[in-house]
């Protein structure tokens, strides 16, 4: 079983830039791939950005790409989501997830059996 905590979310203007972590416990993340999903009010799920288990492979949706950076460091067993230029539309619930995933499904999030409990980033204009 792996417990996932993010934290780093908050209130910021637009163009400006906040940083998330996701510390796990209870096991080690290793082989799992992880995801950054996020849902704002009334709206489904939006996968945001997944990173494989060795970090050499990175995949954004189009919407944070060039923006959003993931990263992860297995020695802390923490991933990471650096946005920058953050715009209104980012506003949403953010949420880290971990799995098997095969590496060509990444941006499917369906197939992450772990989520932590979310972080409410809100960006104002």
């Known amino acids: 079983q792996v417990q996932l905590v993010e934290s780093g979310g908050g209130l910021v203007q637009a163009g400006g830039s906040l940083g998330l972590s996701c510390a796990a416990s209870?096991?080690?993340?290793?082989?799992?791939?992880m995801a950054w999903i996020r849902q704002a009010p009334g709206q489904e799920r939006e996968f945001v950005a997944g990173v494989s288990w060795s970090g050499d492979s990175t995949i954004y949706a189009d919407s944070v790409k060039g923006r959003f950076t993931i990263s992860r460091d297995n020695a802390k067993n923490t991933v990471y989501l650096q946005m920058n230029s953050l715009q209104p539309e980012d506003t949403a619930v953010y949420y880290c997830?971990?799995?098997?995933?095969?590496?060509?499904?990444?941006?499917?999030?369906?197939?992450?059996?772990?989520w932590g409990q979310g972080t409410q980033v809100t960006v104002s204009s």
């Open positions: 997830a971990a799995g098997y995933v095969p590496l060509g499904y990444l941006s499917d999030f369906r197939r992450y059996g772990f």
């Open positions: 209870g096991r080690t993340l290793s082989g799992y791939k």
